[in-house]
T-cell receptor, first 112, second 115 residues
């Protein structure tokens, strides 16, 4: 079945790098996404990676995909207090619905 | 500015009452989605619509109903049959529904509380 797992909590100091990890089970995933949710708000798309890619870099964000291990990570360089939020990974299995399977979310707390 | 709006931001429901959550988009997107978010959990799909006048059940459709009479609007009704409606409800849309993977864009959400 489809399942996406993340660790619940990560705490880092301002200026350090953050690495948020995600594992998924559906090998037919076409795109994998990272969304950010600030308190009481909707989800903001941060970045995404196509399943035939290993890495994607976008400014402070680096996404690594290990398709063999079904492991996805999001690295945030020079983490700032404004990065404190819940981060969701999601896999899209494509097809006719563009259905997304979301992980449980990782709460990133950035200490000043 | 193009985007997705949801209203109200907070909604209170009395026992046995039906309530309707609004979702509007001016992105000219074909497909729209409703998700429910509970504390400490990921998003779960309630209903989705790939085109006007058509919609399908998601993973947790029981106790909910939708309509898609206009491309830009996809209201969700939480009926009295939904026994645990307290949650954060998120609406999303994509440019097209199928054939290729499209990124989903989300509204700001509506928090529903039962009195």
């Amino acid at each position: 079945g489809e399942d996406v797992e993340q660790s619940l909590f990560l705490s880092v100091r301002e200026g350090d790098s953050s690495v948020i990890n995600c594992t998924y089970t559906d090998s037919s995933s076409t795109y994998l996404y990272w969304y950010k949710q600030e308190p009481g708000a909707g989800l903001q798309l941060l970045t995404y990676i196509f399943s035939n890619m290993d890495m994607k870099q976008d400014q402070r964000l680096t996404v690594l995909l290990n398709k063999k291990d079904k492991h996805l990570s999001l690295r945030i360089a020079d983490t700032q207090t404004g990065d404190s939020a819940i981060y969701f990974c999601a896999e899209s299995i494509g097809g006719a619905t563009n259905k997304l399977i979301f992980g449980t979310g990782t709460l990133l707390a950035v200490q000043p | 500015d193009g985007g997705i709006t949801q209203s109200p931001k907070y909604l209170f429901r009395k026992e046995g009452q039906n309530v309707t959550l609004s979702c509007e988009q001016n992105l000219n997107h074909d497909a729209m989605y409703w998700y429910r978010q509970d504390p400490g959990q990921g998003l779960r799909l309630i209903y989705y619509s790939q085109i006007v006048n058509d919609f399908q059940k998601g993973d947790i459709a029981e106790g909910y109903s939708v309509s898609r009479e206009k491309k830009e609007s996809f209201p969700l009704t939480v009926t009295s049959a939904q026994k645990n409606p307290t949650a954060f409800y998120l609406c999303a849309s994509t440019r097209t529904a199928g054939g290729q993977v499209e990124t989903q864009y989300f509204g700001p959400g509506t928090r529903l509380l039962v009195l």
